[in-house]
């Protein structure tokens, strides 16, 4: 049969290459983002490259309510009755998220990168709930442990992740698979000649892992897998010395 994929945040960077790599697989996609231009040009792109139905729905995590992110998902639905993934890449930061200045951007942050993807997985979760399928999210490193930068970034991106695996735990006699990856640093714009502590990671290649593992009941996972290590260490490390570390 037939498989179709949402991808939200599909302009750029992961959601971009996941787009790339989905249809590679001849699975029908739905894009979306703020930028509908650029996802016009994708779709198209697709289309003749892969002989696949790409369509492009618009969306604006900044400005969601309930009742228009569940207009959102019957809309993706309606025009791809056969969607069974989908993959929630989205996410803003702010180079300003510090310190005490953290609190005047949690609202903003907390509307983009937790309530808005929050009120799409719960109206996702309301059409796939009985089907084989999965809902993946991307929530981050940062989310490791608190420290002074990101802060507000930080806190959307753990919150999304309670939420998400507390859904997983509700849908777990489902075959609803819900999947959060902690995702390490990743070649973009904003990391392009910056001198970073780890190393980072390509879109592509962090877009084969979510495909390879859509059919999986993973839960938590952290891509690249060398994070999980340094998770572990990150947690534990005293505080005399983490109070000392700066990435």
């Known amino acids: 049969m037939k498989q179709a994929a949402i991808i939200i945040g599909a302009s750029s960077g992961l959601g971009r290459a996941l787009a790339e790599a989905i249809a590679h697989t001849g699975t029908d996609v739905i894009m979306s983002a703020r930028a509908e231009q650029e996802l016009q040009i994708l779709a198209t792109h697709l289309r003749i490259r892969y002989q696949i139905q790409a369509e492009v729905i618009p969306l604006d995590l900044a400005t969601l309510t309930t009742a228009t992110a569940k207009n959102y998902v019957d809309q993706c639905f309606q025009k791809m009755p056969h969607c069974s993934q989908v993959y929630i890449t989205a996410g803003i930061i702010d180079e300003l998220d510090k310190g005490t200045e953290a609190v005047d951007y949690l609202p903003k942050l907390m509307q983009v990168n937790c309530m808005g993807i929050s009120y799409v997985m719960n109206a996702c979760c309301q059409w796939l709930q009985n089907r084989s399928a999965n809902i993946t999210l991307i929530s981050s490193i940062a989310a490791i442990r608190p420290r002074g930068s990101n802060i507000a970034y930080s806190a959307s991106k753990i919150a999304l992740e309670y939420m ?71 947690q534990y490390l005293p505080w005399f010395i983490f109070k000392k570390l700066k990435f």
Request: proline share 7%; hydrophobic share 45%.
């Open 164 to 234: 998400a695996l507390g859904l997983r735990h509700h849908f777990a006699q489902s075959p609803l698979r819900i999947q959060v990856y902690r995702a390490g640093y990743m070649e973009t714009a904003l990391s392009r000649g910056k001198k970073l502590l780890f190393p980072v990671a390509k879109p592509e290649r962090v877009a084969h892992v979510l495909i390879k593992n859509r059919h999986k009941d993973t839960g938590l996972v952290y891509v690249p897998v060398f994070w999980l290590p340094l998770s572990w260490v990150l």
